[in-house]
């Protein structure tokens, strides 16, 4: 069992921005990707970046968001970290950390199901 606790949500002015953090707990995370998705009412749940378990270059980001968010990961610290730049209107939504057991980066980010989900937290940007 894992989970996965967010933190950093807010609300934040066009132009701003946020950092999320996820902290995971439970079981070893070693071969699980992981990565941040998103929701608004009424719209099915969007894959916004993913990263492999394996190898932290191996990244996934929506185009909606690709210049504007980073993800990072800190093994040690069992943490998962999505800086969001730039921030927009159409960013508003709730944010969720996941983890999946041996996905691939790209199909897993491209879908909207996973292993494991945190809580999620909401990120609002409006002047």
């Known amino acids: 069992q894992v989970q996965l606790v967010e933190s950093g949500g807010g609300l934040v002015q066009p132009g701003g921005s946020l950092r999320l953090s996820c902290a995971a707990s439970?079981?070893?995370?070693?071969?699980?990707?992981m990565g941040w998705f998103r929701q608004v009412p009424g719209k099915e749940r969007e894959g916004v970046s993913c990263?492999?378990?394996?190898?932290?270059?191996?990244?996934y980001y929506a185009d909606s968001v690709k210049g504007r968010f980073t993800i990072s990961r800190d093994h040690a610290k069992r943490m998962l970290y999505l800086q969001m730049n730039n921030l927009k209107p159409d960013d508003t939504a709730l944010y969720y950390c996941?983890?999946?057991?041996?996905?691939?980066?790209?199909?897993?980010?491209?879908?909207?199901?996973?292993?494991?989900w945190g809580q999620g937290t909401q990120v609002t940007v409006s002047s």
């Open positions: 439970g079981s070893s995370l070693e071969h699980f990707t």
């Open positions: 990263v492999s378990a394996y190898d932290d270059e191996d990244t």
């Open positions: 996941a983890a999946d057991f041996g996905a691939t980066v790209h199909s897993y980010c491209s879908g909207s199901r996973s292993d494991y």
